[in-house]
């Protein structure tokens, strides 16, 4: 490595919207097993709290089927929801979230990745992206150009 390689940073640096965005508070919902030490949803968590958006944390528990996340959305009423875990773990919060039509992303941590689209070396250049408004809305989430 040269020593002009070194002096380059190793990510991108992001900048954030300074307008205001279409999010104002966000959802990490995350299955402890795929992010065992938190280092997905801290960054994602980080991320978000320095782009000035509230967050609120919810474990994707279904044992009572969708009874804890219903309480989430009443009292707190998140106008984005990030799921990190697999597509059944998206598939899950989408149905407990389905009436509110909430925009929901997901963070890859399964095996397939159809439904949760990013992967975890990229989580901060899609966030980037969606708080920019460089996304799509459809019927399995939002995507991305």
């Not at 030490?37 to 089927?65: K, N, P, W, Y």
């Not at 070396?121 to 992206?129: T, W």
Request: charged residues 20%; negative net charge; hydrophobic residues 35%.
């Amino acid at each position: 490595m040269s020593a002009s390689d070194a002096s380059q940073p190793t990510t991108p640096p992001h900048t954030f919207p300074t307008t205001s965005t279409c999010f104002k508070k966000a959802l990490i919902v995350v299955k402890q097993s795929t992010d065992p030490g938190g280092e997905f949803v801290e960054r994602a968590q980080r991320f978000l709290s320095m782009a000035g958006l509230d967050i609120h944390l919810a474990e994707a528990s279904f044992t009572d089927g969708c009874k804890a996340l219903w309480e989430e959305r009443r009292q707190w009423s998140p106008d984005l929801i990030i799921v990190i875990g697999g597509d059944g773990t998206f598939l899950r919060t989408a149905q407990c979230y389905a009436p509110t039509e909430t925009p929901m992303v997901g963070i890859n941590r399964g095996n397939l990745g159809f439904l949760t689209r990013i992967e975890t070396d990229s989580i901060e250049k899609y966030l980037a992206q969606l708080l920019a408004g460089d996304f799509h809305r459809g019927r399995t989430g939002i995507s991305f150009g």
